[in-house]
């Protein structure tokens, strides 16, 4: 998801406009009439002009006719969200979507890597809401809360039954207010109550190590808000330790902010071309690094889930010759979404460009082939292959996301064809869920709850047996750094 904000106010605007026009219009019988009003010609105006405006005008009459007529009663906001969510649907377009005002919330949080919240992250373990980690001086890890905690309340609502993603938005808030949780833990008799006080938390996309002398490895999970200022730290930590050549892994990485792919691609592209971005009337605008960076000799890992921003990085690199991609086929969408906030209405995110990489390749559906391909040994085996599930958000048709991808490569694993994995919860996928649950003998749904991904995750870890396989991707990464550094 690639975020221009400029037109967030445009499309506010047109629906307070939409509102106003419907407090002011009196309209009566069939909404059809209004073609066959006679209307006062206005010599200023072309005829599209005055075609597009009687479309306007029959919207707001048949929003109206259903409002005042529906055997049921029915709100503005219902049907404006409605109109919203039909507008986006009927482009066709797989990458722009209609949230409602969770959904557009939460996908705020994703964006933006900052919430309100106590800084712990959670997963779903035997039908509890579990603690899986406390983020490094965050409000959970002060108040006591530890990894394996069971979460079963929440300011005092018993939470059994809830899914990853609503328990999760009762615990975030806003900063410097208070919420109460109840957690089951192991050694402990009776519920441990915690009362604890919301924070600022900033998601670091970033994990860092030093693998081996000299060398530095940095993997980025997702493009938000914090990732260029933490990679920025990365890199001044790794100058204070010698570091001579850097591994940046973008495996599995879908993407994120624009600006934060451009931010990240100046550490490691001199002044020149990082993307060429196109608008509907073919007009490029080349957006390019100002910097100068430390030449480090580089290594960049990609495969499969490699999308969006971190291709726009990749491809910076490839093309203009400041590093080796090693790894599989990127996913290949070069497409740049604009983000609308609609307030209490929800928001959405509409593709409004394309782009193409320095030298002019046009990635979409294409993806980018790395320099050196080196495939994972029985793929899907290999655990840093799968996908993340992220917060185990319920999965049905016509829904698109990460998580899919990673339910799809984990049910082709387990030998149940839900088509070459690319993200879209289709037909074939709910096929392939609905009989996976069979031979699970879970109900037969055809859609992901939390007992089908509790299921899937069981399957996949008694099919690997706890086997551990070489990452031939690093260790190839790691032979090509060295023999740089040489």
């Known amino acids: 998801m690639l975020k221009m904000g400029k037109w967030t106010r445009y499309w506010t605007a047109a629906l307070l406009l939409a509102f106003i026009l419907v407090s002011v219009l009196a309209i009566h019988g069939n909404p059809a009439a209004v073609y066959a009003q006679e209307e006062e010609q206005e010599t200023e105006k072309s005829p599209e002009e005055i075609a597009r405006e009687k479309k306007i005008q029959l919207i707001i009459k048949v929003l109206e006719y259903i409002e005042q007529n529906y055997v049921k009663e029915v709100t503005l906001d219902d049907l404006v969200r409605g109109a919203v969510k039909g507008m986006i649907e009927s482009l066709g377009d797989p990458y722009s979507n209609y949230f409602d005002q969770q959904e557009y919330s939460e996908f705020q949080v994703e964006t933006t890597g900052t919430f309100g919240g106590i800084g712990i992250i959670i997963t779903m373990k035997n039908n509890y809401v579990t603690v899986m980690t406390t983020l490094e001086n965050s409000p959970a890890l002060k108040a006591g809360l530890k990894a394996g905690d069971r979460i079963i309340q929440v300011d005092g609502k018993d939470v059994s039954g809830y899914s990853l993603s609503e328990v999760a938005s009762m615990i975030r808030g806003p900063e410097g207010t208070q919420v109460s949780l109840g957690v089951l833990r192991e050694g402990e008799r009776g519920t441990l109550n915690f009362v604890i006080t919301r924070d600022v938390i900033h998601i670091n996309p970033i994990e860092a190590d030093i693998i081996e002398e000299g060398i530095g490895y940095i993997k980025i999970t997702k493009f938000n808000e914090n990732t260029a200022d933490n990679l920025n730290k990365t ?91 090693v790894g599989t086929r990127t996913f290949g969408k070069a497409t740049v979404q604009t983000t609308a906030n609609l307030g209490s209405l929800g928001g959405f995110k509409m593709t409004t460009a394309t782009y193409v990489t320095p030298n002019g390749r046009d990635i979409n559906r294409e993806g980018i082939t790395p320099d050196v391909v080196v495939e994972l040994p029985n793929p899907g085996q290999h655990r840093q292959e799968f996908a993340p599930l992220g917060e185990k958000r319920h999965l049905y048709k016509g829904v698109i996301g990460l998580d899919v991808y990673g339910i799809q490569q984990r049910l082709r694993y387990l030998g149940f064809d839900p088509g070459e994995p690319d993200g879209i919860y289709g037909q074939q996928t709910a096929r392939a869920v609905a009989n996976f649950q069979q031979y699970a003998g879970l109900a037969i749904k055809g859609t992901v709850d939390n007992a089908t991904y509790e299921a899937i995750e069981k399957f996949v870890e008694e099919k690997i047996n706890g086997e551990i396989l070489k990452d031939t991707q690093l260790e190839k990464a790691l032979e090509i750094l060295k023999g740089k550094l040489n």
């Open 235 to 325: 890199l001044e930590g790794f100058a204070e330790k010698g570091v001579k050549g850097i591994i940046l892994d973008l495996r599995n990485n879908p993407g994120g902010l624009l600006e934060q792919a451009i931010k990240v691609a100046e550490k490691f592209v001199p002044e020149g071309p990082i993307v060429k971005v196109v608008n509907r009337e073919g007009e490029i605008t080349t957006l390019s690094s100002t910097s100068n960076p430390t030449p480090y000799p580089l290594v960049v890992l990609v495969n499969e889930g490699s999308a969006s921003a971190s291709e726009i990085v990749a491809g910076a690199i490839q093309d203009r010759g400041m590093g080796v991609l």
